[in-house]
């Protein structure tokens, strides 16, 4: 009988024990949504200034490249970049 009286304490406190974290972990969660928003819109962000530099670079690389197959160290230092290392 003890036991079931001991159940009974424990399953009414954790049922109040719920009503009260229940809205503090809802809270939390709604925070860590909204952290990881943020979070992955400065990622999308940096990681579309990181593409754009890349093909940016690579084009630059690419203007080098056809400037040294005809006689590309005149056209670089008309556009100040050093020619090709060979």
Request: glycine fraction near 16%.
């Amino acid at each position: 009988m003890e036991r079931l009286g001991l159940g009974i304490i424990i399953g009414v406190g954790l049922a109040s024990l719920t009503r009260i974290t229940r809205p503090m972990v809802k809270r939390a969660l709604r925070a860590g949504f909204v952290a990881a928003g943020a979070i992955r819109g400065a990622l999308g962000e940096g990681s579309e200034r990181l593409a754009d530099l890349l093909a940016e670079v690579r084009e630059e690389m690419a203007r080098q490249e056809q400037r040294a197959g005809t006689g590309g160290a005149q056209a670089s230092a008309r556009d100040g970049m050093d020619p090709p290392a060979s």
